[in-house]
């Protein structure tokens, strides 16, 4: 018991100040691949190297401009590699959540449209409490891992109010990670249809958003949206904790709307 | 480099991780001598690595490949067979190693064992020869995960329990289940295949630009284990040679995951007997292992940080000084909360003689990594098939005995302290050379194995490539492939209550599993 409570003395408080107003803003790594960055000014008439090198096709190129498709990238750097005139770089930026499916899909030189906070009766109910059901439907392992990170001590979750609950029946939400594999599509409307009215759907990663490395896969659904809808989309391979927070913050309207 | 070795496997041909074979010396067995030679061979203490099928020219035939781990010897052994797709007699009454794999030949190419004991789909997909089954299912009929004849047990006070796929926590799906006589679990019954991608079909007629993400994201929590099993088997069949500093920096990745993944499970494990302080603290420090290997990459889990021919990134000087900081403390730590498990009797009371696994039934079962290092089994791939900084820097091989939860999370603490002691040495002494080196076409005609001891054990690449170089057949084996029948047996006659406790502490993957 003494060991105990020393052990506690010893490792201290360690919850990150973050979003309360004072608080530091987090410091993401020197290396971290945020949000990318297009120069579509560089871009030599014809280049399509990075529209090649991208494993997932989230690359186009119209009128000279890039767009990336924020759901199927992986972040990985195959694009900025393979870009001659270092022309795509990564932001440290880690806010990338978005409300629609078209907000994905973002222009070279235009801001990402970041989710609004779920409006009226909906943030009335959730705003202050939203229980979530987790449901992995091909993840990796890597997704899930990151979201049950938020629910340890350096990070505390339920600080906002939001928790994961064992039961669809529990839950105001779901919580999607995977493709969702042809073999988990039967257990995942089960799951949606368990939920009581009214609910959301928030999917985290790219291969809920899109299948992601598994896009087009005979196996898989190319993501959560085309089994049920969705309501906030969290890109990334998988997302920082921080994406996470900042996206699941938003959707309560926990981070003020200017602040983008 | 090839030779035969006198003992029982003199029919197979020996190679060594990473070292490619012309398919045209692989030897071409007859189906007894195939067979008879991988039951002596297991008989002496070699593991099946794999045993696949693999398509024939003539379309009456399908070829069986083996590889064998001779573990003592840090050789592989490889042969291949043909047999009918009419069926071919199991191996699996002789050697319950085999019984995944045979069922897995079964699935994939709707060919037989005919006498298999336990012929169940493993991953529920349809057969890659197409108007086939194994299992007579028709076009028309459903293939569904889960939905097959589970073993029951009947009498008056028999029950039975399913569990899944959706479980209570954020983990990843799958099917257990059991049949009770009250609490005492008489049978569990382990039904996977949810997690299912399609990653081996995938791969065939590759690389391609998908083929590392694949890797990565095999079992994401295994990104450098995978992606190094991935990248030397392309340096291999390149005969690419990669920088002593590449090959330190996948080495500290490698053991940075271990690290996140030992000192989470931990915490987990504390979890689930509710000894909350450890829980807590090591939930966090995992947190800064993570953190770690976010410096050396800028992803928590190591995305982007292997590389074909090398690494994505270098440790600088003063990155390594930063990491070694950052290594004591963690260091510090999570001694603190990890030897806090041990002087607690309310957690050693439910961590000793639960879930316990015999020696023997762990070699049985051809397990691997932790897990049968916890029963005693003195085997480790870095040790044993070592390749990278592996070969020049080794790694005590950590072993406890009993079997039980216990002895699976006190391997788990013995392997932090070698792994964190072999980073900081690493970190110390960083060799050096160019991060990656390039990369040519691959050796048309070849087979390979690639073999890199994961924080789950060992994962095993197989690659056998077409006259253009292409992948012909590319064959992987998550370490969880050789343990989820471990956990079944773990729980056999204990406690339903129990089972979380055992699962955890195994701690497989689903994906890894279901490809």
Known sequence: ?260 | MTQTTPSSTMSFVEIINGQPLERSALPDLPLPQFQNTILDAVQDGHRVAALFGSPHQDPAKLNVYAVLADDRRGRFQAAYTSVSVDGFPSLTPRCPQAHLFEREIAEQYGVKPLGHPWLKPVRFHRSYRAGTDAWNRTATDVVQAGVMEFYQITGGQVHEVAVGPIHAGIIEPGHFRFQCDGETILHLEISLGYQHRGVERAMQGGPNKRSLHYAETLAGDTTIGHGCAYAHMLESLSHCRISPRAAAIRGIALELERLANHVGDLGALSGDVGFLPTASFCGRIRGDFLNMTAALCGSRFGRGLVRIGGVGFDVETTLAADLLKRLDVAEQESRGAITLLWETSSVMARFEGIGTVPKDTALELGMVGPAARACGLDMDSRRDHPSGIYRFSHVPVSTWRGGDVFARAYVRWLEIQRSIQFVRDQLKSLPSGELRSAVAALQPNALAVTMQEAWRGEVCHIALTDAQGRFERYKIVDPSFHNWMGVAMAVRGKQISDFPLCNKSFSLSYCGHDL
């Not at chain 1, 096709?57 to 900025?80: E, N, S």
């Not at chain 1, 970041?114 to 202050?128: E, Y």
């Not at chain 1, 990151?146 to 928790?163: A, E, K, M, Q």
């Open chain 1, 1 to 260: 018991m003494i060991k105990s409570l020393i052990t506690r003395f010893q490792q201290g408080y360690r919850t990150i100040g973050y979003p309360d107003p004072g608080a530091p803003e987090p410091v993401m790594p020197a290396r971290f691949r945020g949000r990318p960055v297009f120069d579509s000014s560089k871009c030599p008439a014809d280049c399509r190297q990075c529209v090649d090198a991208c494993p997932t096709q989230a690359i186009t190129i119209a009128d000279g401009k890039i767009k990336l498709d924020l759901g199927r990238c992986l972040f990985c750097d195959d694009c900025a590699q393979a870009c001659p005139e270092h022309a795509i770089t990564h932001s440290r930026d880690y806010r990338l959540t978005v409300r629609q499916a078209s907000d994905l899909i973002v222009n070279s030189d235009q801001e990402i449209k970041l989710a609004a906070a779920l409006d009226g009766k909906l943030r009335k109910l959730f705003g202050r409490s939203l229980q979530l059901r987790q449901v992995s439907a091909g993840g990796c392992n890597g997704c899930e891992s990151d979201v049950n990170v938020l629910t340890t001590i350096g990070w505390d979750l339920s600080r906002f109010g939001i928790s994961f609950v064992a039961s669809p029946r529990h839950a105001d939400g779901l919580l999607i990670t995977g493709p969702v594999t042809e073999n988990m599509k039967q257990a995942l409307k089960i799951a949606y249809d368990a939920l009581p009215d009214p609910k959301i759907v928030i999917a985290v990663g790219a291969c809920a958003l899109s299948g992601g490395p598994y896009i087009n896969h005979s196996e898989v659904n190319n993501g959560a949206a085309n089994i049920v809808p969705v309501d906030l989309f969290i890109p990334g391979c998988p997302p920082h904790p921080m994406t996470i927070l900042d996206g699941l913050l938003r959707l309560l309207g926990k981070i003020e709307a200017g602040k983008s």
